[in-house]
């Protein structure tokens, strides 16, 4: 008989790790399974068990992240494997509304998730959130006289230094992670990146640089930066290595704009999808979301979610601004003019900042009043999506 149980990463990391090695066909040696026990010590781990076999796993990572500025708990999850004799058999659905109600009773009213497949995670109310933006340019392109004011010093894992850094910068973004000690030692700084800070002319940080050279290739891992003079300190000292490398590649926000900074922007430049986000608690979820202030008019929104059938329902949204009321009706009253079909999934995507209201309207994905649509679209703030980080 399966039922779900939670596994201790102490007793039981023999079947975690040995499934976790299987299903994403990587071996660790002694010291890597002693890190990655170390770090898993802060996830919750469940198993789909079969008497007292192993079938499947999940792990659920309590972290937060930054929503136009505001902090909000989310559930990260992880590492979701099953052995090849129990697949196809809903093994992994299980785990996932275990893994929601859970969240949902904690408080955690987010959920991130890297898929292997959008498709099967859309199933169960995740969407695509979050792209991948690359740029692959010869380091030349960088080569002109930026104008900056101050200097550029390399560093060595000076963390509240980082933080610091990153947190103003993470903050102008929806979904970026707040980063604690042991996520700067154990996820971001794990790859043994050269670190460098860029400083205004009174010695204040205001940029930092997480990087690798090899093969004659400049991998940029962060460029992080508050000022616009310090963006332009890391492209100098960057360029700096042109008697190293031939080639810089360079992961940024969807947003950014180097294209329009030098002067010649035609240098590959792809975006791929990256991470899902999907809302566990929609009441609370509105409740916390700082919305814009909008007019005097409520606007009503008819929510379903198939998966998680708690957040059905209609939610009037009233008092529109950064305490706004929300009542959430657990019926769908479908005739009512002047209001809002959507899916959770939908849902989700606009109050990230993924997609706009109209847009979603525009393309058949969101139904209803489109008056209200317009409403919806002036009140939820606009900002990029960006997630540096992965687990």
Known sequence: MA???R???ETDADDIFALSQFAFQYELSGDALSKKQVEAKRHIIWGLMDDDRLAAKLHLIPLACYINGK???MGGISSVATWPEYRRQGAVKQLLYYALKHMRTNGQTLSFLHPFSFAF???YGWEHTFSQKTYTMPIDRLKREWGAKGYVRRMNDDIPALDSIYTAYAKQ???TLVR???WWTQRVLQGKWHQAAAYSTYGQAEGYLLYNVKNGRLTVHELVYNTPNA?????HFIANHDSMVDTVEMAVPENDHLPLLVDEPRFEQTIKPYFMARIVDVQAFLKQYPFLPGSAESVTLHIADPFLPENNGTYQLSHIGPDTNVTHLRTDIHGQAGSIHCGVQQLTSMVTGFSRPLELYN???IHGDKYSVEQLENVIPQQQTYFPDFF
């Open 121 to 123: 995670y859309r199933k």
């Open 173 to 175: 973004f929806n979904g």
């Open 231 to 235: 963006h332009k300190l890391l492209l």
């Open 363 to 365: 393309a058949g994905l």
């Open 7 to 9: 596994l201790d990463v």
């Open 71 to 73: 902090t909000f708990d």
């Open 180 to 182: 604690d000690d042991k």
């Open 3 to 5: 039922d779900i149980r």
